[in-house]
């Protein structure tokens, strides 16, 4: 977790935002290894309940507003969950988070949730996270107390862009879930996405925002632009585009893990190596909520091959 959360100064963004792309990732990388060595976390999900949601977000195929093909089912049992995680380790992830579509749990399905924890906590050995959407405090108490270590909630993009990519909820009620869960005594992995149509400035925002917040991790997604969404006809970005973004997140966020996440593969491919010489030092691995993710063998040979990478590095 970042120490302090004084955000860089105005000055100091706008210098680096000048950097050509190789001195911006030079700067970055010199961030990452600085201030957080060679570690690199993995971490899987499971798509807990899908689709039906309330919600009008509009990268996301899981809402009920769109047409889309996405998966409908209602919340897993306990032995699909306690499976999902088995199978989380014996990839080699660190992390397993539950994750349901919806704009927020009721509080039946938050004991239903807290009893497939607990069965985990059980049987596995690994570290606990959920994604369940918008919480109050007493909700997430319940899961600190089944033993989850983390909870993820996204804002997803600036608050300045945010009214043009959700109507149903706001801002403000994101960064109060978040909030709440550090109120309950748990850490929060909190991101976005980029490549929604917002401006590199909107980007800096939001990584400022999570600088201001001190969340512990920060995943940085891309969208992958999916079909029946408002967004399904966005222009990809260029390469150039997404390492500068995930460069200038590690500057903004030296001492937080910068998690890749959805579409790293599709819009980095053979460049998704590059990514961590910008500065992203964590992996979603296994898959995510509705698309399929590379193999975790190509996974933990891209960790192992970077990890070597960053120790010729030089620090700065």
């Not at 862009?161 to 929060?188: K, M, N, Y």
């Not at 600088?211 to 891309?222: A, G, T």
């Amino acid at each position: 977790m970042t120490t302090n959360n004084a955000v860089p100064s105005r000055d100091t963004i706008e210098a680096w935002r000048r950097l050509p792309l190789p001195k911006l990732m030079e700067e970055a990388l010199a961030a990452k290894l600085n201030n957080r060595g060679r570690r690199f976390s993995l971490c899987s999900i499971i798509n807990a309940k899908s689709g039906k949601c309330s919600e009008d977000c509009a990268f996301c195929v899981q809402s009920a507003h769109f047409a889309t093909d996405a998966p409908v089912y209602p919340l897993k049992t306990t032995e699909e969950i306690v499976a999902a995680a088995r199978e989380a380790k014996r990839i080699g992830a660190h992390r397993f988070s539950i994750v349901t579509s919806g704009r927020g749990p009721t509080d039946r399905e938050v004991e239903r949730i807290a009893e497939a924890f607990t069965a985990i906590r059980r049987e596995v050995d690994i570290t606990l996270c959920a994604s369940l959407g918008i919480m109050n405090r007493d909700q997430l108490l319940i899961l600190k107390e089944a033993g989850v270590n983390r909870y993820h909630h996204n804002l997803e993009t600036s608050r300045e862009f945010f009214p043009q990519i959700v109507s149903t909820h706001t801002f403000e009620e994101r960064i109060a879930t978040i909030r709440a869960a550090q109120d309950a005594g748990l850490e929060v992995c909190a991101g976005g996405i980029i490549g929604l149509g917002e401006s590199e400035e909107d980007r800096i925002s939001l990584a400022c925002t999570l600088r201001e917040l001190q969340v512990d991790s920060v995943p940085f997604n891309i969208l992958i632009p999916l079909p029946g969404t408002p967004l399904a006809k966005r222009p990809p970005l260029t390469a150039t585009e997404i390492l500068r973004a995930i460069a200038l997140w590690r500057l903004i966020n030296p001492s937080t893990p910068l998690r890749l996440c959805a579409g790293r593969e599709t819009a980095l491919t053979d460049l998704l190596g590059m990514a961590c010489m910008a500065g992203a030092d964590a992996m979603m691995i296994g898959g995510y909520l509705t698309q399929r993710g590379r193999m975790p063998e190509a996974d933990h040979r891209l960790v192992a091959a970077v990890q070597e990478l960053w120790s010729h590095s030089q620090l700065g």
